[in-house]
């Protein structure tokens, strides 16, 4: 607890303390959207006895998937399991990079995890040599090709760098190290020897990734456009071979040519024949890893917006169907890994911490209208009554007001907040603000800043709606529950306990993570997404 106990507080004390939090019964809490494994799933690997295995970023862990059965178990959590690539060496080991902490790992069967490498942001692709050696490149926070010591004694040898993204690759029957370079639409290949690059076969949108089976024959993804192309490495001659959806990541080949293909946007797995094109879905999910959501009601109805990080989607509040509106990377759509969304009258806000942006959305038609750049760590946004935009800048501590064309005037109107995360405005035009941090929800007035502290002693609060009855609805991550505060009094009642929210960030992620989204009906139903299941739920009377 935030407002903490006083150290030798009496028993009687604590409980009397316990007793004065209000508890609201004749709540139902069903599952909306069922979960799904991962968090967003990026690097494949077949290992010798034809085990599969996928890497999470987000979800800082690599899986062991069972393709019979569709399920995926973790093989190695977090926080060493952060797996953007996975690569298996010719006596077994398994590597992988954990993107967002720089540090590259490698295991042998079951033996101890070992750090080969650290200190590289973004680190991305990897792959064996023949001969054992281990190379890796950075990508989009870095751009760089290095030598891997496998004692883990060495510190990497720089190769070459500035490449243009040299993203998922493996090394060809010629010694070669083919891939992709992310943002230059080439699959090229580079002497390693010598620190010389050639083009192979150009003309590709964003090409994710590229590897060869058994015959020779180079397959690469072009994740923009959502297709499996095969290569003549001699010619670069293309041919499409499966036409999947965008978002795609990675592939691996196992021994019998059979291509696995992994989808950021799907939360899935695809198992295609290289020779008919023809796919098989392996493991999906209806959801790829939920956070902040918004509710809008139209004629009884509640339709969901749902920041879903690789994709933008919308769910019925009364079916639970899931309807996609954007998903990231795909040719000519405008989206970049929205975390939070805001929705109300014709419009929704997006926001995501990890690249500044917030967008904003026509409700309706799903088309884009304005993306904004430049935020530190922008938690969420809402729409102000005159039209001014309100931002939850939790780089800055700070609520950010934007106006002017494109959002260029900005300034801070209420600073010093202790991990700002949920924004809503109230029915008396004050905004009400999580910090989370500081385990309060705070009243500001828009106008002068001034802040007050409307309830206190809570375990991380994040999202944040207003009900039909002017009482604040607050997903209380670190409590996994969602309570009701009267703005007025600042009186808590939980309303449901015991939810799968509050996932634990991955190492150098904020400590709120995936925001913890709610959003409330005009009926009263409320929704709250799952982090950790990448499920939503509805809370409505009995």
Known sequence: MKGKLARGASALTIGLLMLSAAHADGYRVTKLVQGSAFHGVHGLAVDKAGKLFAGSVAGAALYEVDRDKGTAKIAVPTPEGMADDIAIAPDGTMAWTA??????????????????????????????????????????????????????????RKIMEK????????????????????????IVKVDVDKGELSVVADGFKIPAAANFDSKGNLW?????LGQLVKIDPKTGAKQVAAQLKPSLDNLAIDANDRIFVSNMADNGIQEID?????????????????GGIGVVSDGGKDTIYVADVFAYRTVDGGSGEVREVARMHADGTTLEYPMSATAKGDEVILSSWFTGTVQTIDRKTGKSRDMLHGFKAPYDAIRLGDSRLLVAELGTKSLVEVSGEHGKDRKAIATDLAGPVGLVLGSDNAVYV?????????????????????????KMPEGLALAPTGKLIVAEAGAKRVIEIDPA???VTELAGNLPIGL???????????????????????????????AIYKIEKK
Not at 110 to 127: E, T, V
Not at 220 to 224: C, N, R, V
Not at 274 to 290: D, E, N, R, Y
Not at 448 to 453: E, F, P, Q
């Open 163 to 186: 490449m243009g993204g040299l993203n998922g690759f493996e090394f060809g029957p010629d010694d070669r190290l083919y891939g992709p370079l992310w943002f230059k639409g080439q």
């Open 489 to 491: 009094s600042g009186k």
């Open 434 to 458: 999580s910090e989370a941090f500081a385990g309060q929800i705070s009243k500001i007035d828009p106008a002068t800043g001034a802040k007050s502290i409307v309830a206190k002693d809570l």
């Open 220 to 224: 690469a993804l072009d994740t923009a």
């Open 274 to 290: 290289p020779a008919t094109g023809a796919a098989k879905q392996v493991i999906i999910g209806k959801l790829a890893f939920p």
């Open 99 to 156: 993107f967002l902490t720089g540090d590259l790992y490698a295991r042998k069967g079951d033996g101890p995890i070992r750090k080969l490498a650290s200190g590289l942001p973004g680190i991305n692709s990897l792959a064996f040599r023949k001969d054992g050696r281990l190379y890796a490149t950075q990508v989009f926070l870095g751009d760089a090709l290095y030598e891997i010591d496998v004692a883990g004694e060495k510190p990497p």
């Open 504 to 534: 634990v960030p991955a190492p150098g992620l904020p400590p709120t993570n995936m925001p913890t989204g709610v959003g409330v009906g005009a009926g009263g139903t409320i929704y709250v997404s799952s982090d950790i299941e990448n």
